[in-house]
């Protein structure tokens, strides 16, 4: 019985396993995600290219006007005088030009003197010390050097003539000739200025000239075709002005002190702390020193200070 049971029963369903689905191969993708990412890059690359390119300042050039017109001492000085601090500087200058409250001869040269003031200087910015120093008779009194400072500091052409011709005396050289000058102008001199060659010769020469002749307006030089070291004396009152402008630009106090724009002025960092212990000794200021680490304590924490604050 139980065998013939199993000889009627039916024969399970054989089941035909269906095909599964044959994966795309990984490969097929890859190449066009590649060539994506290859042309996104390759469209963001001149985008950041042009990006900075437009970033990056222009300097402009150095012009030789700068040291042919001179200093311009007194005119400087009383233009600043009338300067209003609350305008702009070209409101200021504007007012310049119609009033002429420097008494310019000419037109020619009262539109000279606006310039080089708008070219040199920043009232309201790192010249307003200079600016508040013309309103004191202290500042009046010792106008040449503050001047000399805050122009060779904005003319760096200048500068670096005054550290050439320190150079010189410092050597033990008692005079210079335009010669001279011009030959420093073409070497050593352009180096920073590569505009210079681009001059004339004469135009060279004049500004050559015109760098000896600025020795002459600052005393630091006398004559008219030898041009002679003078015996220059930085008064106290322009050293501490100096000095604070120099704390102002430097990390430390020690850097300051060997700051080699003080030879602008013929000091050297020896003398310059000779200076400073004099000082010390008439209590006008508190100066120790041991090695790198400086004491300084100065009648004022800034030039700005100084000239509002003790300066009468």
């Known amino acids: ?7 009627r029963r039916k024969p399970a369903a054989i089941q035909t396993p269906t095909p599964a689905a044959t994966p795309k191969p990984a490969l097929a993708r890859a190449p066009r995600q590649a060539a994506t990412k290859t042309k996104t890059k390759a469209a963001a690359t001149p985008k950041r290219t042009a990006k ?3 970033k990056t300042p222009s300097i402009p050039p150095y012009r030789s006007d700068g040291l042919i017109r001179g200093p311009l001492i007194s005119d400087t000085m009383q233009a600043l005088q009338g300067w209003e601090l609350e305008a702009s500087k070209r409101a200021n200058l504007d007012r310049l030009r119609q ?3 420097i008494g310019a001869p000419t ?4 539109k000279k003197v606006c310039g080089a003031i708008s070219s040199r200087f920043d009232p309201a910015g790192r010249d307003l010390p200079l600016v508040l120093a013309t309103r004191t008779t202290t500042g009046q009194r010792h106008w040449k050097p503050l001047l000399l400072w805050h122009l060779a500091n904005s003319d760096r052409l200048l500068g670096a003539g005054l550290s050439w011709s320190a150079q010189i005396f410092s050597a ?3 005079l210079l000739q ?3 000058a011009l030959a420093w102008l073409e070497g050593s001199g352009s180096q920073d200025h590569p505009e210079v060659a681009a001059w004339s010769e004469a135009t060279r020469k004049r500004v050559a000239g015109g760098l000896l002749k600025a020795g002459v307006d600052f005393a630091l030089l006398q004559g008219k075709v030898k041009r002679r070291f003078t015996a220059y004396y930085l008064a106290d009152e322009p050293l501490l002005y100096v000095l604070l402008q120099a704390l102002a630009s430097n990390r430390t106090t020690a850097a300051a002190l060997a700051d080699p724009r003080w030879l602008w002025f013929r000091l050297p960092e020896a003398e310059l702390e000779h200076r400073l212990l004099l000082l010390h000794q008439a209590k006008v200021i508190s100066y120790y020193r041991a090695g790198s680490v400086v004491d300084l304590k100065l009648p004022a924490s800034s030039s700005e200070a100084l000239v509002q604050e003790v300066w009468s």
């Open 1 to 7: 019985m139980a065998a013939a049971t199993k000889a």
């Open 178 to 180: 335009t010669d001279q």
């Open 99 to 101: 009033s002429n409250s």
């Open 52 to 54: 900075a390119k437009t």
């Open 107 to 110: 037109q020619a040269w009262l």
């Open 172 to 174: 033990g050289g008692d």
